[in-house]
């Protein structure tokens, strides 16, 4: 992301410190009857391009058998840009459509385990994002085609990243200040009770008032986009919304990986993000996090 890597850079949505798993069944589907942790939330945000969104249902704690992710982000949607329409679309590449084609297979296992499942959505080099809105009609009619796509594939909410629009890009317009807050505004009216949550980054993230009207508490959560860093988002949320922590995993040093997890804990954050969670076996990646989170090891489970 930031360096023009779909790795992202090296930074690092969410966030809750009650009981996670019963928290999270107040949205999409119904969940199993999955162990309860006390603790922050973790976040998973998969490449879907290169691997299995199931790959975050593979993880429990070792200690309770309650999930080790709460949250797994399909990485990426796009919102692009029609030239003949002059209007941006909701855009699923080949393998993003087949996940969602497949929820049955794909989605609905890992929601009855009690995992949220949220779709990201990415800019796409067009010009088209989510802070160049020309009016507050184009951004509600966007905000629709994303409160649509939960409802079809029963999602349970929509994740921004405002990299890689590329502003300007086909004669698009420049960032403005009414745009983000229209579409957050608008996405918000249509799904009041799913997950809205912001990779805090790129110019939608600087541009969270306009006209009078705050948008940061439509959001669920936010998080720091720079993995193997703590940063904590400068938005008016309660920390437990909030994950300054991010890390790459495989990448991040589990050293960093477990400094960041305790500085969570200790600090009175809610949520703790991670990125890059691929097929093979990172339990000891995961409870790198997890023993400082919940005082537990992770199982792997293939």
């Known amino acids: ?126 010009g088209a994002g989510f802070a160049n809105f020309t009016s507050q009609q184009a951004a509600s009619a966007f905000a629709m085609q994303m409160s649509d796509a939960v409802a079809k594939y029963g999602l349970d909410g929509i994740d921004f990243d405002d990299e890689y629009a590329e502003y300007g890009n086909n004669g698009t317009a420049q960032p403005n200040d009414g745009s983000f807050v229209h579409l957050v505004t608008a996405l918000r009216a249509s799904m009041p009770d799913k997950i809205i949550s912001l990779y805090n980054i790129g110019p939608a993230a600087s541009r969270l008032s306009y006209g009078g009207v705050d948008i940061s508490s439509k959001f669920d959560y936010a998080w720091n986009p720079y993995y193997g860093t703590w940063q904590v988002p400068g938005m008016a949320l309660p920390k437990s919304s909030l994950s300054p922590a991010a890390v790459e995993i495989g990448r991040t040093s589990q050293a960093t990986v477990g400094n960041l997890a305790r500085r969570t804990v200790s600090e009175g954050y809610g949520v703790y993000l991670t990125y890059n969670l691929d097929g093979t076996d990172r339990s000891a990646d995961v409870s790198a996090f997890t023993r400082e989170l919940y005082g537990s090891d992770t199982v792997y489970t293939p």
């Open 1 to 126: 992301m930031f360096i023009l890597v779909r790795n992202r850079v090296w930074a690092g949505v969410l966030a809750l410190s009650a009981v996670t798993a019963l928290a999270f069944c107040a949205t999409g589907a119904a969940a199993a009857s999955t162990p309860a942790k006390q603790g922050p939330t973790s976040v998973a945000y998969i490449e879907v391009n290169s691997n299995s969104l199931l790959n975050a249902g593979k993880y429990t704690l070792a200690d309770g058998g309650g999930n080790a992710f709460d949250v797994a982000v399909i990485f990426a949607a796009n919102i692009n840009y029609d030239t003949s329409s002059k209007t941006a679309y909701l855009h699923f590449n080949e393998n993003v459509q087949r996940v969602l084609d497949n929820a049955a297979t794909q989605i609905r296992p890992l929601q009855q385990q009690g995992i949220k499942v949220v779709l990201s959505v990415l800019g796409n080099h067009q």
